[in-house]
C-alpha cells in the first residue's frame, strides 16, 4: 500500500502564517519587552526563530529565543526504547516573570505541550506562559488549546501531519498530510 501525501501549506502560506503570527505574539502582549520565544525541539526551534526574524522586522526589537528539549518528560518514554536521544536546552534569558511563548510544529494531543510547561517548571517561573504552533490538527488528549495557530486542519487519527523545514529537512518548506 503507498502513502499519498496531500500538502496543505507552500513554502509561501508557512511564511505568511509565522508572520500572522509574530503580529499576534505582538498585539497580545502589548509588545514585546517581556516576551522570549522557546522553541520545542527539533522543529519548534526553527519556527521560533522565524517567528523572532519577523517580530524584529516590524517592532525593531530582537526576542530572545530559546531551545527546550522535552524528552526525559514525556510520559511515553518508556515506550520510546531503552536509550532516548536527549539534546540541549539552551534558554539563555531568565523566564522567571517573563513571558514565554512555546513554540512547535504540530498540536495533536497535547501530550508534548504538557511536557513542554513540566520542562519550563523546572526552569523558572515565567508570568505566563503561551502556545504558538503551525498546524493545530485537532485530537486533543489533555485540556491544552493553542494561543497562536498558523492553520487549523482536520485530521483523522490514521492520517499524518509531516511538517518539512529546510533547516531540519534539508529540503524545501512544506506541510503534507500523509494517508
Do not use: C, W
Amino acid at each position: 500500500m503507498s502513502n499519498r501525501e496531500k500538502q496543505i501549506l507552500s513554502t509561501d502560506e508557512i511564511r505568511r502564517a509565522l508572520v500572522r503570527i509574530a503580529h499576534e505574539i505582538a498585539e497580545r502582549n502589548e509588545g514585546v519587552r517581556e516576551v522570549v520565544l522557546v522553541g520545542i525541539r527539533r522543529r519548534g526551534v526553527p519556527l521560533a526563530e522565524r517567528i523572532a526574524a519577523a517580530i524584529a522586522d516590524f517592532e525593531g526589537q530582537r526576542v530572545p529565543v530559546g531551545q527546550l528539549d522535552i524528552t526525559l518528560y514525556r510520559d511515553d518514554l518508556s515506550l520510546r526504547g531503552p536509550a532516548p536521544l536527549v539534546r540541549k536546552t539552551e534558554i539563555s534569558t531568565d523566564i522567571t516573570g517573563r513571558v514565554v511563548v512555546l513554540v512547535d510544529d504540530v498540536l495533536y494531543t497535547g501530550r508534548t505541550v504538557r511536557a513542554a510547561l513540566d520542562a519550563l517548571a523546572d526552569l523558572g517561573r515565567p508570568a505566563r506562559i503561551q502556545l504558538a504552533v503551525l498546524v493545530d490538527r485537532g485530537h486533543r488528549e489533555l485540556p491544552i488549546r493553542a494561543d497562536f495557530v498558523g492553520k487549523n486542519v482536520p485530521t483523522s487519527h490514521s492520517e499524518v501531519v509531516e511538517v518539512r523545514l529546510h533547516e531540519v529537512d534539508a529540503e524545501a518548506d512544506s506541510v503534507v498530510i500523509v494517508t
